[in-house]
């Protein structure tokens, strides 16, 4: 079902012993089994290395995605999983529909809640797609900085959205 | 590791700001706890959500759809862009477009482009299709699209292989041309609520195409355009020459109630200015009113008397520059012959009933007493506004009433301060009233008509200071066997038609209608046809006034009333109003009646045996 692509050698061989290893963990405990785990794992590195994204927390959470999403195909996603499914089925169900019309329009509101400087952090980052280094060049601060006031911004927002997000 | 210590450093998990041991800490817990994994899922989610915001700065991502809300389309972005280097390096390419306008983007086989401004996709053939804002457009082929909404321009470059566009449900096919296509949405409510139908517009600016649907199809050239419904009904539009056409009619009529409203709004500023006018003369004749009365307060005249005569003149207020024409007359000696004229005239009207010629002594010092009267005239002509000849100026209500105050006054009965102001009231109503006459006239206005208005406007305003008199002041001024009888009564405006009013006597044998028919052809020299077309008015003039006509033998055919001329001249201005109409406008004839002042006061004459 996966498609094997051509991934960069140097890629692969980084990833291959520590990360790759723990992806494909992780989504073995989610699925509940190693039957589909490598998949998972292994579409997550395709699309972060499409995305130009080395994040390890970003791969955590797309496997866990991934994963959740092949449970709810084979019909075996448990009631804890399902609530996630639903946001990232291709069919999605009534509600969630309502609900993705108005996401943007929620997110631009809740945006303006997040204060300074985290929300003009997560603009550079996010709606201006500056990698860290930039954001951390505009805003005058070393890029680690930029990392924890994008992070600091994103919880933020997280909790204004609540449990509803 | 609790989930409650762990949450705080998903986010910095996300973006790698966490130390290295924390790092490790959150790897090792999230396989453990699902709630923990759907949280960080979230966080994504909404990195995701704001990644497909458009960004506040000018620089616009695409954003380009596949499927879902803006959670697949983020994923997709990154795919595509990637996949479209893997496409490079293969031997079989799928269709790619270029889009420029906001960043520049590649567009895929399959893809969505939903445009948020204007954009330019050109495809490798060469072809080009310009999006408004608002459009969505997917590439179906190297050479096909659809256009689910919104507008979009197609400039289609030829290459032997057919171009095709799909717009909901129907088709343009073209091989090389530039056409507009536009998906209009259908909605319950304009501003919201979801699309119920789609109309697919198309108009060809060169070249052909073939617009079709299920239903039908077209051809259509340059400059023609057509329509599709929801159900793919197709309706040609109509060229902008064949709307020209259809408007051009109405567009002529538009100029025509133009003209006319120009026409109508110059007048109403005119009568507009003219009633301001009056209202201003109106309000200094109550303060000028006011200010004798105030200072009169603490010692009450004595007698209701008018004041010695100031200018000559007892009734003023009628207009400073008519006030200013009479300065010259001598009020006193015109006064003196009104009252001279008084005691003669029940000998005269008795002789003029007998058909007897009046006493020479008498007709000497009436003669002598009109003198004084005619000195009056001699004063004013020209000096007060008339459309007669001869008493036009004399019948003026302010030389009237003058007349009658210096009379009354002659006699021991003048007009108090209160009927002054009645009097000077009434005058100003009949300026009023003139003024709002003469702005209503136009080129096809007859003479006669003005003089008749003329007419009715001074016996209104002379009755209205008939009204004022007391019975021992009608005694003076008034002869009642004979008021307002032509040629007798001084006092009454029918003298200013003296010279005007034909009398004309009717009988069997020589019935009006036939005299009207003679009326018209000999004195205004209508010609046979002109008389022909004429008719239905000088029918409809001889049927409005046999009824009412007086009987009188023939030695009284000039005594006629002031309500007879009155009647008589209103019925001859309608029909000549109505002839007008039917006449050449620059016939002579025309001019004639236009400019004549004479008019008909037919009686029905009687032997001196029937009366």
């Not at chain 2, 001279?340 to 020479?360: C, M, N, R, T, Y």
């Amino acid at each position: 079902m996966a498609r094997r692509e051509p991934v960069s050698q140097e890629i692969e061989l980084e990833l291959e012993n520590t990360l790759r290893a723990r992806l494909v963990a992780y989504a073995a405990r989610t699925l509940g089994g190693h039957s589909g785990a490598e998949d998972v794992a292994q579409e997550a590195l395709l699309a972060a290395q499409r995305a130009g994204i080395q994040s390890p927390g970003w791969l955590y959470a797309v496997t866990y995605r991934r994963a959740v999403d092949r449970l709810r195909r084979d019909g075996r996603a448990s009631v804890a999983h399902e609530q996630l499914a639903r946001k990232v089925t291709s069919e999605p169900s009534a509600e969630s529909v309502a609900t993705r019309r108005d996401d943007a329009r929620q997110l631009r509101e809740r945006l303006e809640d997040v204060g300074e400087p985290f929300r003009t952090a997560l603009r550079l980052r996010y709606l201006d797609s500056l990698s860290f280094a930039d954001v951390a060049q505009r805003q005058g601060t070393p890029e680690r900085t930029a990392r924890s006031r994008v992070a600091r911004g994103l919880a933020q927002l997280r909790e204004l959205f609540g449990a509803s997000a | 590791m609790s989930c409650e210590e762990l949450r705080p450093l998903l986010a910095s998990f996300l973006t790698e700001a966490l130390e290295p041991e924390q790092q490790e800490q959150v790897e090792a817990h999230l396989p453990e706890c699902p709630a923990c994994s759907e949280e960080l899922v979230a966080l994504l989610e909404l990195s995701e959500g704001l990644a497909a915001l458009e960004p506040a700065s000018a620089v616009e991502p695409l954003r380009v759809l596949r499927g879902g809300g803006w959670i697949a389309a983020i994923l997709s972005a990154a795919a595509i862009l990637l996949g479209l280097l893997w496409i490079g390096e293969r031997q079989a390419r799928p269709a790619e477009a270029l889009v420029t306008g906001g960043t520049v983007q590649r567009l895929a086989e399959g893809e969505v482009l939903v445009a948020t401004g204007p954009r330019t996709i050109v495809l490798p053939c060469g072809s080009e299709v310009k999006v408004e804002a608002g459009a969505r457009l997917r590439l179906l082929g190297r050479r096909e699209l659809a256009l689910d909404t919104g507008v979009g321009w197609f400039r289609v470059a030829k290459n032997g292989e057919p171009f095709l566009v799909r717009a909901r449900g129907t088709r343009v096919r073209v091989l090389g041309t530039s056409f507009r296509v536009e998906v209009k949405e259908i909605k319950m409510s304009p501003k919201q609520g979801a699309a119920i139908g789609a109309a697919v517009i198309v108009a060809v600016v060169t070249g052909v195409v073939l617009f079709e649907s299920e239903r039908g199809s077209e051809e259509l050239r340059a400059g023609q355009g057509a329509s599709a419904t929801t159900a793919g009904v197709i309706t040609r539009l109509a060229t902008e020459d064949e709307v020209a056409a259809r408007l051009a009619p109405l567009e002529r009529e538009r100029e025509v109630l133009k003209a006319e409203n120009d026409k109508l709004r110059a007048e109403q500023v005119a009568l507009t200015k003219r009633v301001a006018e009056f209202e201003a003369r109106l309000a200094a004749r109550v303060e000028a009113a006011k200010a004798p009365l105030r200072k009169a307060d603490p010692a009450p005249a004595p007698s209701k008397v008018a004041p010695a005569k100031a200018e000559g003149l007892r009734v003023r207020s009628f207009g400073v520059e008519q006030q200013d024409a009479l300065k010259t007359v001598n009020w006193t000696r015109a006064g003196e012959g009104a009252a001279e004229i008084f005691p003669h005239l029940a000998a005269v009207w008795a002789s003029i009933q007998e058909g007897k010629p009046i006493d020479p002594a008498v007709q000497k010092k009436l003669y002598m007493a009109n003198q004084k009267l005619v000195e009056i005239i001699l004063e004013v002509q020209g000096k007060l506004p008339t459309h007669a000849k001869g008493n036009g100026e004399f019948t003026h209500p302010l030389i009237i009433a003058n007349l009658m105050a210096e009379h009354l006054a002659n006699a021991g009965q003048p007009f108090d301060e209160a009927q002054l102001a009645g009097v000077s009231r009434s005058g100003e109503q009949y300026q009023a009233a003139w003024d709002l006459a003469q702005a209503r006239y136009g080129e096809q206005t007859p003479l006669v008509r003005r003089l008749i208005d003329e007419l009715i406007l001074k016996r209104d305003c002379m009755a209205k200071v008939e009204a004022l008199l007391t019975p021992a002041q009608r005694e003076i001024v008034i002869f009642k066997e004979a008021q307002h009888v032509n040629q007798l009564d001084i006092y009454s405006p029918v003298m200013l038609v003296i010279m005007n009013a034909k009398p004309q006597g009717v009988s069997d044998e020589r019935p009006l209608r036939a005299r009207l028919d003679i009326l018209a052809s000999r004195t205004w020299g209508l010609s046979e046809a002109d008389l022909a077309a004429a008719s239905p008015a000088l029918d409809a003039w001889a049927r409005i006034l046999n009824p009412q006509l007086v009987e009188a033998p023939r030695q009284l055919m000039g005594s006629f009333t002031l309500a007879e001329a009155v009647r008589s001249g209103s019925a001859q201005a309608d029909a000549m109003e109505e002839i007008l109409r039917v006449l050449p406008a620059d016939s002579e004839a025309a001019k004639t009646i236009l400019t004549t002042t004479k008019f008909m006061v037919p009686r029905k004459l009687v032997s001196k045996d029937d009366k």
